[in-house]
């Protein structure tokens, strides 16, 4: 094969994808394409009730509306190649492999760092309320959404970098069902223990700081919560972080199973399952978490609906 680098002899690889469908890939692309249109759908549909409303624009929906985003792109970065894979398409270039990982990474980090400002947010608005006004003004919110996204895009750069490194000489079969770093590493043909310790330091280091700060806030939250003496004004209280908490635990589970590890001895099959669960079914369900867990998004959400189903009865009416 041509040469791209001075470090490799591949210069494209094969994304193995779902080897063990036994002839259900046309059922699989379609059941794909559906959750990746519903997704898209309805993070579309989230950003434009927020934006539409000028009294939802606080910042707990202008960071939902960040979120959902986000989340459009995250997606775009994996299941397209998916659906192109399951078609047969299974080739990537070593540049095109390389960049899937750093932009899949880069958005999953400024995720991250997201939901542990939106956890600050919460913090602010349960346990400071007068404060509140004054501190979380809108130059603070664009300056944490902005320090979010410096993190994500400046995160991954070091494995990035070793992973280029790394010589491929051998097989250039991805046991995986998207490019990223444990399945090229598990590829190369130099020594990798290196890859694995800066992986593993920087994805510990960027997970665990988000998450003690999130543990952190909550513990807060809810210590101020139950100081509240009514039962509604606990309930509310608890309400307004109901959702977040959920997305929360969603997908720094399925995360902190996935990179926060010293070895790759871990099965093909285990990555494969945990990848389809923080890449396809947690960015599916974050859309339908805000709506159905947020009162204010899904009184609006069910106008719109009602809006659009007469607004179709007096055209076919017509």
Request: proline residues 3%; hydrophobic residues 50%; charged residues 10%.
């Amino acid at each position: 094969m041509m040469t791209t680098s001075n470090q490799s002899l591949v210069s494209q690889f094969i994304i193995l994808g779902f080897p063990n469908l036994g002839g259900a890939e046309v059922l699989f692309f379609i059941l794909l394409s559906i959750i990746y249109i519903f997704t898209l759908s309805g993070n579309v549909l989230v950003i434009s009730i927020i934006c539409s409303h000028r009294h939802l624009h606080v910042p707990l929906y202008l960071f939902v509306v960040i979120l959902s985003f986000l989340e459009i792109w995250y997606t775009g970065v994996t299941i397209p190649k998916m659906l192109m894979n399951l078609l047969n398409e299974k080739m990537i270039s070593y540049v095109g492999c390389l960049l899937q990982i750093y932009f899949f990474h880069s958005l999953g980090i400024t995720e991250t760092y997201l939901l542990t400002a939106m956890a600050y947010d919460r913090y602010m608005a349960i346990c400071n309320p007068l404060r509140y006004p004054s501190i979380m003004t809108n130059c603070c919110f664009f300056q944490l959404a902005a320090c979010c996204w410096v993190v994500g895009f400046f995160g991954p750069l070091t494995q990035i970098i070793l992973l280029s490194r790394l010589s491929f000489c051998h097989s250039n079969t991805i046991e995986h069902i998207f490019c990223d770093f444990t399945p090229l590493i598990k590829l190369a043909c130099s020594d990798t223990s290196l890859n694995v310790t800066v992986g593993f330091a920087i994805n510990s280091f960027l997970f665990f700081l988000a998450f003690v700060c999130i543990i952190l806030s909550y513990l807060n939250i809810i210590s101020a919560v139950l100081k509240i003496k009514t039962a509604e004004g606990r309930t509310k209280a608890f309400s307004t972080c109901g959702a977040h908490l959920t997305v929360v635990l969603l997908f720094f589970g399925s995360v902190g199973f996935m990179y926060v590890r010293l070895t790759n001895n871990r099965s093909v099959n285990y990555d494969r399952v945990m990848a389809v669960i923080y890449s396809v079914l947690t960015p599916m369900c974050n859309p339908i978490i805000y709506s159905l867990r947020n009162r204010e998004i899904r009184i609006l959400l069910r106008k719109k609906i009602s809006d659009l189903f007469r607004g179709f009865k007096s055209v076919s009416q017509d």
